[in-house]
C-alpha cells in the first residue's frame, strides 16, 4: 500500500497504528471502492478481511419466507463482527451485507488478518469491543422483537430516521421500514395507516411526514 493510504487507514483504524509500514508493505492489503449493492451472501467463505473507511455496508438476515431483518450497519471505522467470527473460525457467513451507498474498504488478506490478531494486540482489543458492541446491540433488538409492541417499534424507527424540521418528509418506503424491523410490510402499513388516522402523520408515495413527534415520543417510551 502506498504511504497515503496506510495513513488513510490509521486514521479510520487507529488499531492499526502499531502495524509497522514493512509489514504493511508486504501484507497483501489493497483499498477498493465499491457501489451500492449486495457484496456478500450468506454461506460466503472468505479469503479476505474488509475494514470500512467510508460508506455504510447493511448487515440483514433472510428468513425462509423472504422477510428480511437488519442486524446492524458498519461505517466508517467499523468493521462486521459475524464476518470477522467467521473468518477468526474459518466457517461460511451467516448473513448479508449490501453497501447502501458507494462505499471504500480497506481489504486484508484473511491469513494475514490472523496473524495480525495475534502480533498487534490493540487490533484484538479494537475486534473483542466490537464483538460486545455488537452482542448488545443485537440481544436488544431480540428483546424488542420478542416483548415490543409494533406500534412502539415502528414510532421508535421513524424518529430515529426522520429529520427533525417540521414538515420535512422522511424518504422511505414501507417495505424498507419492514426490513428494519423484521416483519411483514403489511404489519408496518397496518401501523403507519392507524397513525396517519390519529393525525400523527401524512402518507405520500415513498415518504412519510411526522406531524406529531410528540405523540410518536411517548409511544416509544412505552416499553
Known amino acids: 500500500m502506498e504511504p497515503e493510504q496506510i495513513a488513510k487507514a490509521v486514521a479510520a483504524f487507529p488499531c492499526f ?22 457484496l456478500i451472501k450468506e454461506g460466503h467463505l472468505f479469503e479476505h478481511a474488509s475494514f470500512v473507511l467510508r460508506g455504510c455496508v447493511r448487515i440483514y438476515k433472510i428468513s425462509p419466507s423472504g422477510k428480511q ?18 473468518i477468526l473460525g474459518e466457517a461460511e457467513y451467516e448473513a448479508f451485507a449490501e453497501a447502501e451507498e458507494p462505499s471504500e474498504l480497506l481489504v486484508l488478506p484473511a491469513v494475514r488478518f490472523r496473524q495480525w490478531m495475534h502480533a498487534y494486540p490493540e487490533l ?53 421500514l419492514s426490513f428494519e424491523l423484521g416483519t411483514a410490510r403489511e404489519v408496518v402499513s397496518r401501523v403507519l395507516k392507524g397513525f396517519e388516522r390519529q393525525g400523527w402523520l ?9 406531524l406529531r413527534r410528540d405523540e410518536l415520543e411517548r409511544l416509544a417510551e412505552v416499553k
Open 69 to 86: 431483518l437488519t442486524l446492524y450497519r458498519v461505517r466508517s471505522g467499523e468493521t462486521c463482527v459475524i464476518m470477522m467470527a467467521s
Open 202 to 210: 401524512r402518507l405520500g408515495r415513498g415518504k412519510i411526514y411526522v
Open 124 to 176: 484484538s482489543r479494537f475486534i473483542y469491543r466490537l464483538f460486545i458492541k455488537r452482542m448488545v446491540a443485537v440481544t436488544g433488538l431480540i428483546e424488542d422483537m420478542t416483548f415490543r409492541p409494533m406500534d412502539g417499534r415502528v414510532a421508535e424507527l421513524l424518529l430515529r430516521q426522520s429529520p427533525v424540521a417540521a414538515e420535512a418528509p422522511l424518504y422511505v418506503t414501507h417495505e424498507s
Open 17 to 38: 497504528a502499531d502495524v509497522p509500514p514493512e509489514a504493511w508493505n508486504h501484507s497483501g492489503a489493497f483499498a477498493a471502492k465499491v457501489p451500492a449493492q449486495l
